[in-house]
């Protein structure tokens, strides 16, 4: 800030300095009750150190558990990729299957209204 400009804010500085007049007895007054929590904060401080150093453990052990995730999520996505590319073939084959099942039926002579010897006494 150049001289002028200082000189210019002085107004404006002079203009404040009742407001912080007024302000500074009750600051004044606070400054015991504030003299006596620092003690108890003090204390406290310690403890919250400790808190925070547990909470970083955890914030640690959180990340490692969402990058073993996001790799069972990426080998998912590779079986569900994997699966996809073989429902064509699979597809391709249900004809087949489907031709062959009357045959298959026709194997066991239960599936055709009673088992064997049930139709042998008809």
Partial sequence: MSLPEFAASLPEFAVSLPEFAVSLPEFAASLPEFAVSLPEFAVSLPEFAASLREFAVSLREFAV?????????REFAASLREFAASLPEFAAGLPEFAAGLPEFA?????????????????
């Fill in 106 to 122: 026709a194997s066991f002579p239960r599936w055709r209204g009673g088992n064997a010897s049930t139709a042998r006494e008809r």
């Fill in 65 to 73: 558990s969402l990058r073993e995730f996001a790799v069972s999520l």
